[in-house]
């Protein structure tokens, strides 16, 4: 057994339990240690547990395991050594088998992930991330203090969530012209478990799914093994209802997942209008209705758009996340159910992570019981107005004729098209080579040939003078390809 | 859009975006509100964005949008209503349909959950938690206390973990004769994450697993859609090779999942002879191992038993937890991978979660760091083995002939075997109208008519005295079914 240092492990032994008189005698012990022996299931020089360990796990007295110890060094099946104590024999080497290696599994080996580099210097022009010097981090570091004054942490998770948090996040939401109970609002990591979760829980196990697509959402439902069914999205003339309807007709998918505030890639958001029209289709083609809306608190407005659960009521599933807008690294976003999905999507978390950290939870409780949270969004709403404003100055200054680019008007991107006869992937590396980085490639995002020729531009990852710099740069080799 | 109070939302209006010329003028906004108006997606009586909204949303002057807007007032669309905004016109009514609701999803219905109370005043003989005034709740709240020390949290999460904390890992692993790289070291939402990611990883859809199995890990195996083989464990006298053999020769299963200490629910342990065999089988029948290794250091001794993934090496998938021992609400396990797994693993985990919260990975590093688990530990076990021997003693004195239980020697429970004549449901139910909860029903655990006919004991959870009238309460109605 040389794959061991120290400390010196020991053979777990399978002591029989004793018969129907329940006492546990040194000639169980005996009789247990030669049944192993003789199937060549003690290899030769392994230590026996010491006689102290056999005392405790079996509750019995010490002189019980010693006595059985005695009569197997009798029997010429172990050997005491000084101090260091019973070892199987050394002579019976030749009738134990070696310790063969466990077999490797098949694993289903993803395509290799975007070479995303860390590097420091670079500049991330597609990037979805808001810049994390705008993010509060003083102020929530605040509430894990607070919450950590209290005595000790608390000790149990929630499988639902927090209470505290599903409360006044349904309260949150009615304010936001969205009935809710928290009794359906399930917490989860990040609104990428709350997709997953309705993705594990759907019976009929195929998708309508917007074209480009949020490209680890469309991986998420590949690797679960859901048929999905590409709906072309054009952030520039919206999207094509005639085709939606004759390819959701044809495929008949259990849900249309859609982004409804500032998609990604595209940036777009659905028109009150054409929300109605999809309620009506879902009406018309039966399918069900999963709205992530991460985005429509980036909208520097105190009115808002109607959400699809509002236009839609509680039909609609409905995501949302605090990570993006709060801090990535907490982790917590949620689903609001409703009664016929509830236990379904409980069960799916349930069995995918049991709960999350309870202390995250009750952390942005006390972060938005404070009001934190409201006067985080004006001031984030306030600077990605700047630089969306920025952005969109300094395209119409060093961008060649052609390109265009659509004007979301909130969130972190935009979409920015190009003509037809540049290579995205040269452009792409030129440009890497001169430190900035452009969002994925294409394949993340479309499903087959892409019907759009362009890239995603983050403006709220960025300082302002790194984001002129790069799209300076990214203007300098579109005007290259062009030539 | 009777729905909605305070604030008055408005309609998202698809603008649609200049042509080649790229400059947007007041006409662009005229035809776009006039086709949505004719395609009846402008609900009467709702707000029109406000002036400033599409000012900004465009990047365009304000009086461009003042003068699309008085051009669709002249032309009988829209009407401006003093200081509140402009309105699709009411006397359009006529044109516009009702939005309709959503249509509600299939969802997988899951069989109700386990009735498990929450009422304080209950005994949890089944439990498997411990007692949580063992758990270093005070400790931990330091650890988050100085990592907060630090200005401002972190922002971002790690896919794989928090690299430190992956490192530490590693390096505990090689101290109980597990050679580990923390690359191959994957952070999980505890235990369960680890297995489901296994799970969604596995090329192949079956898996053999132990009967009784944890229960959370079946239905996990169940709601994945994977064929499970059922493989009889007996606490009593451990497992049939050759049943075990013959199963996972006709099915041919991915993997053999299994919990290679104090096993949930029969607190089993393996012997070291077994596993050897385990992995002579899986050479010969081609199976992978997935070793859940929750509980091996809730044994009270320096030295150990090698596990699996000592003795059978990296191929072996090795899971762990510190959730259970250390504090239940941090949800944080592992999973040390392979080169020919991590990949997958990671795929797995992007999908499900992106990653978990950071600051909990960094302060349970800080925890790992200063020593303090290790010492919790050691108090842990201590107190684990006086209340071992306590329940030991107290099954010894109050149960009546025809009784038997194991004696795992460490780990929070162990299996109480009852004559078979004892109706389970009835003992459950007269012991919950006495304030004594039993663990969760045989069909959490079992395929099929159960082998066995008994219950988990958890004597972690409870403080001596209350485990002590427990059991007495317990006894008491075994005899009186027995009579």
Redesign the interface.
């Known amino acids: ?1 040389k ?12 002591i ?2 004793a018969g ?1 008189e ?1 006492k546990l005698t040194a000639l169980h012990i005996v009789a247990s240690v030669e049944r ?1 022996y003789a ?1 060549g ?3 030769a020089g ?1 230590r026996l ?2 006689v ?2 056999l005392q ?4 019995i007295a010490k002189n019980t395991v010693e006595s059985a110890y005695e009569e197997l060094v009798a029997r010429g099946l172990i050997e005491g050594r000084s101090r260091r104590g019973y070892f199987v024999r050394q002579d019976h080497r030749q009738r134990l ?1 070696p ?12 395509p290799p ?1 975007s070479a995303a580099s860390h590097d420091r210097d670079l500049i991330h022009l597609g990037s979805t ?1 808001i810049d ?1 010097e705008l ?1 509060p ?2 102020r ?2 605040q509430c ?2 607070a919450v ?1 004054k209290a ?7 929630s499988l639902q969530g927090h209470a505290p948090l599903r409360e006044i996040i349904a309260r949150r939401l009615a ?1 936001r ?1 969205i ?1 809710a109970k928290a009794e359906d609002v399930i917490i989860t ?2 609104s ?2 709350a997709l ?1 979760l309705v993705a ?5 196990r195929s998708v309508a799914i917007e074209n480009p697509a949020y490209g ?1 959402g469309k ?2 439902f590949e ?2 093994q859901m048929q999905m069914v590409p709906l072309p999205l054009d952030p ?3 999207i094509d209802l005639e085709t939606w309807r004759r390819r959701i007709d044809a495929a008949r998918p ?2 249309l997942y859609l982004t409804t505030n500032f998609q990604n890639p595209t940036g777009y ?6 929300l ?2 999809l ?2 289709l ?2 018309e083609l ?4 999963v709205e992530d809306d991460w985005g429509s608190d980036m909208l ?7 959400p ?1 659960r ?4 509680k ?3 409905y995501l949302n996340s605090f990570t993006k807008k709060l ?6 976003g949620y689903v609001l159910a ?1 009664e ?2 509830r ?3 409980l ?2 978390k ?11 939870e009750a952390a942005l409780f006390e972060f938005l019981r404070r009001g934190y949270y409201d006067t985080h969004l004006r001031a984030l709403q306030s600077e990605l ?1 700047t630089r ?2 920025a952005c ?2 300094t395209l119409a200054s060093v961008m060649p ?2 390109v ?1 680019w ?5 969130g972190p991107t935009l979409w920015l098209e190009l003509p037809r006869r540049i290579d995205l992937a040269r452009l792409g590396e030129r440009l890497l080579a001169k430190k900035v980085l452009l969002a994925a490639t294409p394949s993340t995002w479309f499903f087959g040939e892409p019907h759009l020729h362009g890239t995603r531009l983050g403006y709220a990852f960025l300082p302002i003078s790194a984001l002129q710099r790069g799209l300076d740069l990214l203007a300098h080799e579109i005007r290259r390809e062009l030539r």
């Open positions: 057994m794959h061991f240092t120290t400390p010196s492990p020991y053979l777990r032994l399978r029989d339990q129907p329940r192993e199937a299931l003690l290899p392994t547990p010491p102290r360990v405790h796990q079996l509750g088998k310790v063969k290696p466990a077999v490797s599994m098949l694993f289903e080996v993803p992930r991330f994390h993010l981090r003083e929530l570091a894990f203090r950590l005595p000790g942490l608390p000790a149990h998770y304010k012209g009935p990591a990040g990428q478990q997953d594990r829980s759907l019976r009929k680890i991986r998420m690797i679960s520039f003339d919206g259990a849900a958001s659905y028109s009150t209008g054409e109605v029209h309620l009506e879902s009406q039966g399918f069900g209705l520097s407005y105190s009115d808002f758009r109607p699809l509002a236009l839609g009521g039909n609609v599933l801090l990535p690294s907490l982790r917590i409703n016929a999905s236990s379904a999507l069960e799916a349930h069995v995918a992570t049991l709960g999350n950290a309870t202390l995250v107005d969306y404003h969109l100055a004729e052609g265009r659509t004007t979301p008007g909130g």
